[in-house]
């Protein structure tokens, strides 16, 4: 018999949040805030990755497919849909960056946006083999004086 591949839970937003209406947008499966949120026609919501993982195990076990809360049965084409309401309030939810250090606040549809030039978020050193990770404030001096692996110019070449 074939494994099963490896899961990928959990999916949920793993986020500092700063709202308070937290409990009944998280996941029955990963407790995760939900990510791109689905909802079963018997009235459960999860992220869109947990029952598709729950539907894969069962299916690797020759079982039919049921609502990870309850078992009902499901029909993964009729019974389990996009919750567009839940996924936009989720979305308006006031987080806290994850990058230690770092005081912005904003709407988690933000967060991707903010991250991008946030300089307390965790990035790889540009020179090629270099293995470091730091902190994006600190990356200019690193890979200009610090970086074993940066590129000397010598002086005695001629």
């Not at 308070?20 to 995760?32: Q, Y």
């Not at 195990?57 to 809360?69: E, I, Y």
């Not at 606040?105 to 991250?115: D, F, I, M, N, P």
Request: glycine letters at 4%.
């Amino acid at each position: 018999m074939a494994e099963a591949p490896r899961s990928r839970l959990p999916s949920g937003y793993d986020e500092n949040s700063v709202s308070a209406d937290e409990d009944e947008n998280l996941c029955l499966i990963c407790h995760l805030l939900l990510k791109e949120p689905v909802l079963t026609s018997c009235g459960h919501g999860f992220c869109k990755e947990c029952p598709e993982e729950h539907s894969r195990r069962q299916g690797a076990q020759d079982q039919p497919l049921t609502c990870p809360a309850d078992r009902e049965g499901l029909n993964r084409d009729r019974d389990v849909f996009p919750d567009k309401a839940t996924e936009r309030n989720i979305l308006s939810f006031a987080i806290k960056c994850p990058s230690k250090g770092c005081d912005w606040t904003g709407e988690l549809r933000s967060k991707e946006v903010h991250l991008a030039p946030c300089l307390f978020k965790f990035v790889s050193c540009t020179n090629e083999n270099c293995r470091v990770t730091l902190q994006r404030r600190d990356l200019e001096e690193h890979v200009t004086t610090m970086c074993q692996w940066r590129i000397l110019e010598c002086d005695h070449w001629q």
